[in-house]
């Protein structure tokens, strides 16, 4: 707890989006599909858990929740600031950030992944996809605008630092924000900010609406405070 003189602690919430109707076998990241009502159930559900878990820290959970500019994170957030206006009786509101959507794989994005395999095939000039190539953090398609899977945590983990970071150093108030995104991107901004590491990531997920509590100390280092990342079941 801070003592009140100086600046209070600062903790990002990462959360995972609701569930949303993926496409079989398509690589959705950016897909524009909406949050499902089940996808809403359970951001209703888990802001509960989410409101109890940051009290237990101390901490007041920020009146300002950034969320990626994709739809079902959007949507997500909204539904999340709905219910935190009732637990708090405080207005929370929603800001939109294109910098936390997620991992991009360019001309690729919304086709299936036998199509992108079929598609690499055909071009000459490049080897066969690496096995498990979707969860190698440093791996990038070959294709205009793809982006690697710590490219997209590099960019998440500066939005994180910067929000943060501008919270005003003489707030002494211990404070919590929101920042709603995406599985892949989130889990890549903790090992860029140093609160995960690499070694670990491509076997871990994030569950829908799961939220990880990861805190910036005052000698700038991060460290995960509450909350597991899950580990990842690979699909039959």
């Known amino acids: 707890m801070s003592d009140g003189k100086g600046r209070g602690r600062r903790v990002a919430v990462l959360v995972r989006h609701g569930h949303f109707d993926r496409p079989e076998d398509t690589a959705s990241a950016h897909s524009l599909l909406p949050l499902s009502e089940t996808g809403r159930a359970q951001a209703e559900a888990a802001t509960g858990v989410m409101a109890a878990r940051c009290a237990d820290h101390g901490l007041t959970i920020d009146k300002r929740v950034e969320a990626s500019q994709l739809l079902r994170a959007w949507q997500t957030a909204n539904v999340l600031c709905e ?8 207005t929370h509101h929603v800001i939109q950030r294109d910098e936390l959507i997620e991992r991009g794989l360019g001309s690729a994005a919304n086709i299936t992944f036998t199509r992108i395999r079929e598609l690499v095939a055909l071009d000459s000039r490049l080897g066969d996809l690496p096995e498990g190539w979707r969860r190698t953090p440093e791996f990038r398609l070959p294709f205009p605008g793809a982006e690697s899977l710590m490219d997209a945590g590099k960019r998440v983990a500066a939005r994180i630092e910067q929000s943060m970071d501008s919270i005003p150093a003489d707030d002494s108030q211990d404070v919590a924000r929101l920042f709603v995104a995406h599985s892949g991107c989130l889990r890549h901004a903790a090992v860029v900010l140093g609160a995960l590491d690499v070694r670990r990531v491509s076997g871990l997920s994030m569950d829908f609406v799961q939220s990880v509590l990861i805190e910036k100390l ?3 280092t991060w460290v995960q405070l509450a909350g597991e990342f899950q580990k990842h079941l690979p699909t039959s």
């Open 83 to 90: 219910q935190l206006t009732q637990y708090t009786n405080t």
């Open 218 to 220: 005052p000698n700038g």
